[in-house]
């Protein structure tokens, strides 16, 4: 709760005019407790993880010949009934995890030292802490993914993400709870080693999500993010990683590419891609041949 009741208290302690977000959010939070302010957690990346692929899916659903040619396994065409029930199972398993912690987590954000006041934070304060936090939990997670994929861990937790060999951008959250708990201390990591608004821990999550329900879509489309982000693996990059499935060896980072380069965890990929450009070559060589003929 903030400790100013209108905007002229909060303009004088600030000493300057509010913006329009900081009015907006004087509006919003000066009469609810803080950790109510905690709980919009769980609405907003349901809410993206629900609309964010549905385009596509669609799509995909609807006009398999349109999205064939970016599909990164085209020969898999994924039943509406399939999609059904990863999206139910995720949002179940979500909820019954995830969920509760949600709930309870005040505590732990007062300790992250997580503000609620203002002033809000700049977009450029933003940018850097997603930055950070990014890092952070890509570096995390990889090292937890391939914990994941000892026997005993991909036995009993790992193997129900990895039921699509096949990705669709739903499988993202579909995993056994214990996973998601697992993998929700990578995500968390960040915002503790680097305290921010809650505002910025919201775009957080769902940048978060947004990511790993891009590289879990199946599709390289023409404007996917890795051309443009540095060492960015993308939608392919961890397609592979289903492929091979219970024996992948390659691709933990969930996000960047440095981890599986620096670890040597991304040979299998690069002769896979390496194997891919010379038989593509090869086919080109002989059309052309043809074409002489």
């Known amino acids: 709760m903030l400790p100013y ?4 208290e909060a303009e004088a302690a600030l000493g300057r005019a509010l913006t329009w977000a900081e009015s907006s959010w004087l509006r919003y939070s000066a009469s609810v407790p803080d950790r109510f302010l905690h709980w919009p957690n769980i609405a907003i990346t349901l809410v993206v993880y629900t609309l964010a692929p549905l385009p596509l899916a669609l799509l995909d659903l609807l006009a398999p010949e349109v999205t064939a040619p970016y599909k990164l396994q085209p020969k898999v065409q994924h039943p509406p009934a399939a999609f059904f029930r990863c999206y139910m199972d995720a949002v179940r398993v979500s909820l019954l995890s995830i969920g509760p912690y949600q709930l309870i987590s005040y505590p732990a954000a007062k300790i992250m030292d997580i503000r609620t006041g203002l002033p809000l934070p700049s977009m450029g304060e933003i940018a850097a802490q997603l ?19 000892t026997k005993w861990c991909y036995e009993k937790i790992h193997h129900v993400h990895h039921e699509f060999t096949a990705p669709m951008a739903y ?23 680097v305290p921010c608004h809650v505002t910025t821990l919201w775009i957080w999550f769902a940048a978060r999500l947004v990511e790993s329900l891009n590289i879990h879509s199946g599709f390289k489309l023409p404007f996917n993010a890795e051309k443009y982000i540095p060492f960015y693996g993308g939608a392919e990059h961890h397609d592979y990683h289903h492929y091979i499935g ?3 060896k390659s691709n933990f980072a969930p996000v960047f590419t440095y981890c599986d380069y620096i670890y040597g965890t991304d040979k299998g990929y690069r002769f896979h891609k390496a194997t891919l450009a010379k038989l593509k070559e090869l086919a080109d060589s002989n059309v052309e041949k043809g074409e002489d003929n």
């Not at 009741?5 to 002229?8: E, S």
């Not at 930055?131 to 994929?149: G, K, S």
């Open 246 to 248: 219970g024996q992948s």
């Open 131 to 149: 930055t950070v936090y990014f890092l952070v939990e890509d570096y995390l997670n990889y090292w937890l993914h391939r914990l994941l994929h």
């Open 171 to 193: 499988a993202a959250w579909y995993g056994h709870w214990a996973e998601m708990l697992i993998l929700a201390v990578p995500s968390l990591a960040g915002p503790a080693l």
């Open 5 to 8: 009741a209108t905007v002229g």
